[in-house]
């Protein structure tokens, strides 16, 4: 081993330019933040959103209508749906468990079934909520519909 074959390590050396060293290193004098203002200076940090003194784009723009952040979202899920359900898989008990497993709903949805379509198979439907016209169509072929 002889000096004139030594080499730094693998990774041991970075090939940045390091500024802030002196008007020799050509990144010396302003280090690269040019003359002035708020971001040649120290501990400066960007708001979120402003866009230099000009009005940000978040109080331009008109705020219109209102969303109660108490709102519950349903899936909703028709009569037709869970007939094609009871055929394809030979179901008579639809609850939660059913609709997730068969990729209708996720395991945090609040399920609402729907009157849309025709219902012909006696179901014991279980969701979180119906609408009168779903209640009324699976009695009506001698299911239950029971409420979470």
């Not at 080499?7 to 390091?18: H, I, L, Q, Y």
């Amino acid at each position: 081993m002889k000096l004139n074959t030594l080499t730094p390590s693998e990774g041991s050396t970075k090939n940045r330019k390091r500024i802030g060293r002196g008007t020799g290193s050509g990144r010396g004098g302003t280090s690269t933040r040019g003359h002035k203002g708020a971001k040649s200076r120290s501990g400066y940090k960007k708001k979120i959103g402003f866009e230099g003194g000009q009005m940000p784009l978040q109080r331009r723009v008109p705020k219109v209508g209102f969303k109660s952040f108490n709102r519950v979202e349903f899936k909703p899920v028709n009569l037709d749906t869970l007939q094609a359900l009871s055929e394809q898989f030979n179901l008579t008990v639809v609850d939660m468990e059913a609709l997730v497993s068969h990729g209708i709903a996720s395991k945090n949805d609040k399920i609402k079934i729907l009157g849309g379509g025709e219902l012909t198979a006696k179901l014991d439907v279980t969701a979180h909520h119906f609408s009168a016209s779903a209640t009324e169509a699976i009695e009506k072929q001698g299911g239950t519909a029971n409420k979470i």
